[in-house]
C-alpha cells in the first residue's frame, strides 16, 4: 500500500475536538448545507446528550459521515482513508484488547517503526489519546475512517458480541451459565447471553446470511453464516467457550424448546423482526459430543416479493424463461443441485403467472415462502401425504398450474406427466447436472420416452455465482491455461478489458464476492429433440442437437459474465464443469 502523508504527530498541532467541530459547523454553513440557527440547535442538543455532533448533523440529514469526515480531515490534518487499503493483521490488531478497542471503537491498522497508526471515526479526545499512548507502550498516530466500516472491522477482529461475553465471562463466578430453572431474562447474566444471541441473528441478518451454525468442540464454539452459498467463519470472542451450552439453552427457551433435554434432537421455530423486517426462524437442535449444535435457517417473510425481473436473469433468457412459465399445459423442470435457487425462480414464475383466473396448488416439503393467492400444501410422510398422494388427490380441485417441489420418485413422475397431459401446467425440480440429463433421469425413474417426448417443454439448468464485491474490485488477469477454452467459445480477439476480482473489504466480509445471480442453461423441446427422445438416443445426443438449436452451456454463460466483470473465474470453475460438444452456442 502507498504511504499516508501523516500529519505531525504532536497532537498540540491539532485543534482541540471542540474547535475542530466549530469549524465544521462553519464550513457547513458556507456551504449552505445548514444555517447558523441549525448548527447552534445542533450544539445545544450536543451538549445536552452528550451525543458527538457529527452523529446530529447525520441524523438530520445536513451532511452524509464521508462529507463530515472530509471536513474533519481538512481541519485536522488526519488523513480520511479506506480500511481496506490497509492490510491488517490479527497479530497487529491484538496490540489492542477487545474491551479497548469496543470501548474506544478504535482498531490498530499499521504498525511502522514502532508508531501505532489507529483507525477512529471521529476527532480523538486528548484524554483517550494519552490513555492509548499508555496502552501501547509508544508513539500513535491516526486516521479517520467511516463508522460502519470500522466496527464492522472491529467485530471481524476481536469476535462478534466481544463486549457482552467479556463482561459474562467477569462477572460470573461457575464455569458455566445455565439458564436451566430460571427466567430468562432475570440475571445480568442472562440478559447478557440473550442480547449475545441477538447479536448473532442480527449480524446474520445484516450479512444477508441464509443460515446460521453454531458448533460446540471440546476447547471452543464455532459460529459461521452461510452467505452467498458458501460457509463462512464469524469470528468470536476469546473465552466464549466457557458459555458453549448457556448459547444452546438460550436459543433452545427462544424456541420454546425443552431446554432440560440435552440428548435429543429439537425442531422450533424463533419469529423476529429486524430492520423494519419480519423474518421466521426455523431452529434445528442435534446432540453431539461436545455440546449441542445449532442450525437456524433464516426465512424472510418479505422475501416472496420478488419476480422473474428482479432475479439478474441475462437478458437473453429471460423471454424463455417466461414463456415456459406461460404454456398452458406441459412440464417445465427446474434442475440443479442443492441450494441453486431452483424454488426462487419457480415461484419467481408464479408471481408472473397468478391472477384471480389462474388456480395455483404446491405441493412442497417444506414450505419455502410463504405466497397469498396459491394454494399451499406441506407434504408429511409419517401420515402418508406424500408427494403422490396429494398429486393425486389436488387434480381432483382442477387446478390450472401445479407445482411439485421436487420429483423423487418414478411414482410423482408419473403422476406430474398424466396432470400434464391433461392440461396442467406443471413445475417442478430435478437433481441433475444439466439440461439435456434431465430426459434420461425422467426415462430412468420409469416413465416411457415417448410420454416424456409429449410432456416435456423445457428443461431449465441452474446454478448460483457470487458476485464481485463493487466496494473493493479491481482489474484481474486470467491464467493462461484457461485461454484455449475461451478462444473456442468466443473466437482469437477476446476483450479482457473488464475481468475483475475482489481484494475483499469490511463491505463483503473480506470474502472478495457481494451478492449473487444465476447462470442458466436452457433447452427448448424443439421436434428434432422430441424425435430423439422417442428414439432412446443418449443424452450427449440431445445436447449436441440443443446447442445446434441455440443452447448455450452454463460454463459459457460464465465465461461470458467473467468478460462483463460481473463474477471471477474461479467462481466459474467451481460451480460448473467443462462439457465436449461440437460447440457452445
Known amino acids: ?26 464550513m457547513l454553513i458556507d456551504q449552505e448545507k445548514l444555517t447558523l440557527e441549525d448548527w447552534t440547535r445542533v450544539q445545544q442538543q450536543s451538549a445536552l446528550t452528550g451525543t458527538p455532533p457529527g452523529v446530529l448533523l447525520q441524523r438530520e440529514h445536513y451532511a452524509t459521515e464521508a ?22 493483521t490479527p497479530e497487529l490488531a491484538s496490540r489492542l484488547t477487545a474491551k479497548t478497542a469496543l470501548r474506544y471503537e478504535v482498531l490498530p491498522v499499521r504498525d511502522v517503526n514502532g508508531v501505532i497508526t489507529l483507525a477512529t471515526h471521529g476527532m480523538p479526545e486528548p484524554m483517550v489519546e494519552d490513555s492509548l499512548r499508555m496502552l501501547l507502550g509508544g508513539q500513535i498516530d491516526w486516521v479517520l475512517t467511516l463508522h460502519p466500516e470500522l466496527i464492522k472491522s472491529i467485530s471481524h477482529f476481536y469476535g462478534l458480541g466481544a463486549k457482552n461475553i467479556h463482561e459474562m465471562i467477569n462477572t460470573t463466578q461457575i464455569d458455566e451459565l445455565s439458564f436451566e430453572g430460571a427466567d430468562i431474562g432475570e440475571g445480568s447474566a442472562e440478559a447478557g447471553m440473550i442480547e449475545f444471541v441477538h447479536n448473532i441473528i442480527l449480524e446474520a441478518i445484516k450479512m444477508r446470511a441464509t443460515d446460521i451454525h453454531i458448533e460446540p468442540f471440546e476447547e471452543l464454539i464455532v459460529l459461521r453464516y452461510r452467505i452467498d452459498g458458501l460457509l463462512q467463519n464469524i469470528p468470536l470472542p476469546e473465552g466464549i467457550a466457557k458459555l458453549k451450552r448457556s448459547v444452546a439453552s438460550c436459543i ?19 419469529k423476529v423482526r429486524a430492520m423494519n423486517m419480519e423474518y421466521d426462524l426455523r431452529v434445528s437442535v442435534l446432540p453431539t459430543r461436545h455440546g449441542e449444535t445449532v442450525n437456524m435457517r433464516i426465512l424472510s417473510r418479505d422475501s416472496m416479493q420478488v419476480t422473474l425481473g428482479h432475479l439478474g436473469i441475462q437478458d437473453e433468457d429471460l423471454p424463455m424463461i417466461k ?8 412440464i417445465v423442470l427446474l434442475t440443479g443441485p442443492t441450494g441453486s435457487g431452483k424454488t426462487t425462480t419457480l415461484y419467481a414464475m408464479l408471481a408472473e403467472l397468478k391472477s384471480d383466473a ?6 412442497e416439503d417444506p414450505i419455502e415462502y410463504q405466497m397469498d393467492g396459491i394454494s399451499q400444501i406441506q407434504v408429511h410422510s409419517k401420515i402418508g401425504l406424500t408427494f403422490a398422494n396429494i398429486l393425486r388427490s389436488i387434480l381432483r380441485h382442477d387446478p390450472d398450474i401445479v407445482l411439485v417441489g421436487e420429483i423423487r420418485d418414478g411414482e410423482t413422475a408419473d403422476i406430474a406427466v398424466r396432470a400434464s397431459l391433461t392440461g396442467h401446467l406443471v413445475l417442478s425440480t430435478l437433481h441433475t447436472n444439466d439440461a439435456p440429463s434431465a430426459i434420461t433421469r425422467l426415462v430412468d425413474m420409469g416413465i416411457e420416452p415417448y410420454l416424456v417426448s409429449s410432456c416435456l417443454e423445457g428443461v431449465i439448468a441452474q446454478r448460483l455465482v457470487r458476485r464481485i464485491c463493487p466496494k473493493c474490485e479491481e482489474p484481474a488477469t486470467l491464467d493462461e491455461a484457461l485461454m484455449p477454452e475461451l478462444h473456442q467459445l468466443f473466437g482469437p480477439d477476446i476483450d479482457l478489458g473488464k475481468v475483475r476480482h475482489g481484494t475483499g ?28 427422445v422417442v428414439a432412446n438416443k443418449p443424452s450427449n445426443e440431445i445436447r449436441n442437437l440443443a446447442v445446434a438449436n441455440g443452447l448455450k452451456s452454463l460454463r459459457a454463460k460464465g465465461w461470458d459474465m467473467v468478460l462483463k466483470g460481473e463474477t471471477s473465474c474461479e467462481e466459474v470453475l467451481r460451480v460448473t464443469q467443462k462439457v465436449s460438444f461440437k460447440s457452445q452456442h
Not at 70 to 86: C, T
Not at 358 to 363: H, N, Q
Not at 506 to 523: P, Q, V
Open 323 to 330: 414463456y415456459l412459465g406461460a404454456l398452458p399445459h406441459g
Open 505 to 532: 473489504c469490511a463491505d463483503c466480509n473480506y470474502t472478495g464476492y457481494h451478492g449473487r445471480t444465476a447462470l442458466h442453461e436452457i433447452m427448448m423441446m424443439e421436434d428434432d429433440i422430441r424425435l430423439a
Open 252 to 270: 433452545k427457551s427462544m424456541a420454546n424448546m425443552d431446554i432440560a433435554e440435552k440428548r435429543k434432537p429439537h425442531d422450533g421455530r424463533i
Open 1 to 26: 500500500m502507498d504511504s499516508t502523508d501523516q500529519y505531525a504527530l504532536d497532537a498540540s498541532m491539532r485543534p482541540s475536538p471542540d474547535a475542530a467541530w466549530r469549524e465544521v459547523g462553519m
Open 67 to 88: 462529507e463530515i469526515l472530509r471536513l474533519l480531515s481538512q481541519i485536522s490534518g488526519i488523513p480520511f482513508v479506506n480500511l481496506k487499503d490497509y492490510e491488517i
Open 358 to 363: 389462474v388456480k395455483i396448488i404446491t405441493v
